[in-house]
């Protein structure tokens, strides 16, 4: 699953999923997210992708603990297990 604070990709956007080839979840808060993924009520073994344009605040960073990232150019990519987020 990816989410984002920056933008959103709708189910069938074929010029947009060039990049991240996944559908993208426009998010406004950590406590978003956490709803978003309750919401979707989806099962098994999955992580969440967590995009950013550019750097994240300050809030984010906290809220993402010990997620892992990549760094692309701009963009950010925060990735960790769902089960983080209860």
């Known amino acids: 699953m990816v989410f984002s604070p920056d933008f959103e990709i709708p189910e069938n956007p074929p010029q947009q999923l060039a990049y991240s080839m996944k ?3 426009k998010i406004s808060s950590p406590e978003d997210l956490k709803n978003q993924v309750k919401e979707l009520k989806l099962n098994g073994n999955y992580e969440i992708v967590l995009m950013f344009l550019n750097s994240p605040s300050k809030d984010w960073i906290e809220f993402l603990g010990n997620a892992t990232l990549v760094k ?3 963009f950010y990519y925060y990735t960790f297990n769902p089960n983080s987020l209860k």
């Open 23 to 25: 559908r993208v979840y």
């Open 72 to 74: 692309d150019g701009n």
